[in-house]
Antibody, heavy 120, light 110 residues
Framework: QVQLQESGPGLVKPSQTLSLTCTVS??????????WSWIRQHPGKGLEWIGY???????YYNPSLKSRVTISVDTSKNQFSLKLSSVTAADTAVYYC????????????WGQGTLVTVSS | QSALTQPASVSGSPGQSITISCTGT?????????VSWYQQHPGKAPKLIIY???NRPSGVSNRFSGSKSGNTASLTISGLQAEDEADYYC??????????FGGGTKLTVL
């Protein structure tokens, strides 16, 4: 059973960089056929796709966030990470990591989510 | 990219059936059979319940079914149960190699 777990600071100051890591267990991040994605949910709102990375390092980002987002992967640790720069209060959200089945373009496993608050 | 359009809320009594619609465009819902649906209980992560328009993952009740016509996908839940009360989100892959979600529908079981 694949499990994903987000970790990182729950509070980030405005204009700083939000950094989160997703640790994958029960499966290898290097196994082909899957993308590794970040999704966020503003309080009381819907879901927003942020971007994904393939184990090879290739990435694709939501155009609305592209200028501020970097997703990276560390296959030796079976982890992938999110960096979101120049954050504002509008970036306050629950951040989820998820596995994407490439063939079916579906999110089959999700982390429990972590709330990140942007505030001074 | 605009979010897919879902009704904000639907309700039904135990045992009844309800349908949640998800409207997009020919660049997402209408253009691909990559529509999926997720169930989210309060404080929990979303759970995949339908993928590729009408397929159920192993372990998901057959009371959940999906379909699509043109630019609109639909999720039907039959034999409503109290445990079905949750938020439901649709998602579609898009022509710009991204994913878009619906705004979410709150299901109330009366």
């Amino acid at each position: 059973q694949v499990q994903l777990q987000e970790s990182g600071p729950g509070l980030v100051k405005p204009s700083q960089t939000l950094s989160l890591t997703c640790t994958v267990s029960g499966g290898s991040i290097s196994s082909g056929g899957y993308y590794w994605s970040w999704i966020r949910q503003h309080p009381g709102k819907g879901l927003e796709w942020i971007g994904y990375i393939y184990y090879s390092g290739s990435t694709y980002y939501n155009p609305s966030l592209k200028s501020r987002v970097t997703i990276s992967v560390d296959t030796s640790k079976n982890q992938f990470s999110l960096k979101l720069s120049s954050v504002t209060a509008a970036d306050t959200a629950v951040y989820y990591c998820a596995r994407v089945v490439a063939a079916g373009k579906l999110f089959d496993y999700w982390g429990q989510g972590t709330l990140v608050t942007v505030s001074s | 990219q605009s979010a897919l359009t879902q009704p904000a809320s639907v309700s039904g009594s135990p045992g009844q059936s309800i349908t949640i619609s998800c409207t997009g465009t020919s660049s997402d819902v209408g253009g691909y059979n990559y529509v999926s649906w997720y169930q989210q209980h309060p404080g929990k992560a979303p759970k995949l319940i339908i993928y590729a328009v009408a397929n159920r993952p192993s372990g998901v009740s057959n009371r959940f079914s999906g379909s699509k016509s043109g630019n609109t996908a639909s999720l039907t839940i039959s034999g409503l149960q109290a445990e079905d009360e949750a938020d439901y989100y649709c998602s579609s892959y898009t022509s710009t190699y991204t994913w878009v979600f619906g705004g979410g529908t709150k299901l109330t079981v009366l």
